[in-house]
């Protein structure tokens, strides 16, 4: 998968919050996707972290170093940020669904006091 993936992935999560609805807009590959690029961000700092040290212990080209791992980094920056966008709208979504759920089990309620009071007005 590209970066593409990631871009569509974060276009349908964006459309999801736009217009109101849950997140099924996500497949379950979208989600895997996504498990396996934060899988990776993990992979690539501990690259970066066996980068550092061969540079101290081995007296590697460090020009060479330095700008692979600030490719690194910046993929994992724009990795991480879609990561973490994606979980502030879930949160969000999430959050929306509790409130409307409650209101509807409210408007439950209310409805069944209301023919409760009415069977009790009607003498039954």
């Given at each position: 998968?590209?970066?593409?993936?990631?871009?569509?992935?974060?276009?349908?999560?964006?459309?999801?919050?736009?217009?109101?609805?849950?997140g099924?807009?996500?497949s379950?590959?979208?989600?895997?996707?996504?498990?396996?690029?934060?899988?990776?961000?993990?992979?690539?700092?501990?690259?970066?972290?066996?980068?550092?040290?061969?540079?101290?212990?081995?007296?590697?080209?460090?020009?060479?170093?330095?700008?692979?791992?600030?490719?690194?980094?910046?993929?994992?920056?724009?990795?991480?940020?879609?990561?973490?966008?994606i979980?502030?709208?879930?949160?969000?979504?999430?959050?929306?669904?509790?409130?409307?759920?409650?209101?509807?089990?409210?408007?439950?309620?209310?409805?069944?006091?209301?023919?409760?009071?009415?069977?009790?007005?009607?003498?039954?």
């Open positions: 998968m590209s970066k593409k993936h990631l871009e569509e992935i974060i276009d349908k999560w964006v459309y999801a919050l736009e217009s109101g609805r849950d099924s807009y996500l379950v590959e979208d989600v895997e996707y996504l498990i396996e690029q934060a899988e990776r961000v993990e992979e690539l700092e501990e690259r970066v972290k066996e980068y550092e040290i061969n540079i101290i212990e081995n007296g590697v080209d460090i020009f060479k170093m330095t700008n692979e791992i600030n490719a690194l980094e910046v993929q994992n920056k724009r990795y991480r940020e879609a990561i973490e966008n979980e502030k709208g879930y949160k969000r979504i999430l959050s929306e669904q509790s409130t409307r759920l409650l209101t509807e089990q409210y408007t439950r309620v209310s409805n069944l006091k209301f023919i409760r009071d009415e069977i009790k007005a009607l003498g039954g």
